[in-house]
């Protein structure tokens, strides 16, 4: 499905029996953000793609992290309409247990890192296997 679907890594067939499908294709966040930024869009039509890193990203950017969420957020927006154009499937991949309150926010070493800067208020969604996520649009609400 074209957009972001955010999914814990526990969630994932590797995982668990009945778990969801990661895509084959996989980049790191930082890869990820590079290719979008370049002047030629690099996604085929239909493509799906596994972004992983995001927790230790932000993690890293302590005590800023909120003005490198906001520069991720600034990116991935610049990049919604080719995304969307092309139907791209993107999945976000955590490592940490995601919660969804007043924020979007996942455990992660132990911390709280907060992601509803980047993502806004994702919608939950629990497939027929009893598998959790979130799924957004590429233009991001707040």
């Not at 814990?8 to 009945?18: I, V």
């Not at 493509?47 to 890293?60: F, K, N, Q, S």
């Not at 992290?65 to 309409?81: G, K, N, P, V």
């Not at 791209?88 to 890192?113: A, C, D, K, M, P």
Request: proline share 6%; net charge negative.
């Amino acid at each position: 499905m074209p957009g972001y679907t955010l999914i814990e890594q526990s969630m994932l067939t590797s995982s668990k029996p009945n778990g969801i499908a990661p895509y084959l294709n996989e980049i790191g966040i930082l890869d990820f953000l590079r290719e979008l930024a370049a002047d030629e869009f690099p996604f085929p039509r239909l493509y799906e793609l596994r972004v992983l890193g995001l927790e230790p990203l932000l993690y890293a950017s302590r005590p800023d992290e909120r003005t490198r969420a906001l520069e991720i957020r600034r990116r991935l927006d610049q990049a919604a309409s080719d995304l969307e154009r092309r139907l791209v499937s993107v999945q976000i991949i955590f490592e940490g247990e995601l919660h969804h309150g007043n924020t979007l926010w996942s455990i992660y070493r132990g911390q709280r890192i907060e992601l509803g800067d980047i993502f806004g208020m994702p919608r939950p969604y629990t497939d027929h296997h009893g598998n959790k996520m979130f799924l957004c649009n590429f233009h991001l609400s707040s």
